[in-house]
């Protein structure tokens, strides 16, 4: 169960960028590039009450640099969502309570909860293993 304590311990979007040692400029580009549609933003409707996203993700990760950019878009501008991100490998016990097919620390992971840490919905790296 993820707490808002552990919430607060992730990292803005603005922190993840100055920490990127990979793909800091491609994933830069990549959210100057994302646009959000109408029925993109409906993604949140649907899940209603969304107060806080959790994405676990590493720098390297190719497919992490493909999904989180857009997730990052959909939240920006909302005061009503806090996003915090995790680098997967630094935060071995969080990723352990999303494991792909119970066994797998596939990336990324993205968790949507209400104000009060209900999970909403989780989306896992849809890649095959």
Not at 116 to 126: G, K, P, Q
């Amino acid at each position: 169960m993820v707490t808002k304590e552990r919430f607060e311990q992730g990292l803005t979007l603005p922190q993840y960028v100055d920490r990127m040692s990979v793909n800091r400029d491609r994933f830069v580009d990549a959210l100057d590039e994302v646009t959000i549609g109408p029925d993109d933003a409906q993604i949140l409707e649907r899940l209603g009450g969304t107060r806080r996203v959790l994405v676990i993700s590493e720098d390297w990760c190719g497919t992490c640099l493909a999904h989180v950019p857009f997730v990052a878009k959909l939240v920006e501008g909302r005061q009503d969502i806090e996003l915090r991100l995790f680098p997967r490998d630094a935060n071995l016990d969080l990723m352990d309570q999303y494991l792909k097919k119970g066994r797998y620390r596939s990336i990324p992971v993205f968790a949507f909860f209400d104000e009060h840490m209900n999970e909403l919905a989780r989306f896992l790296e849809t890649r095959p293993s």
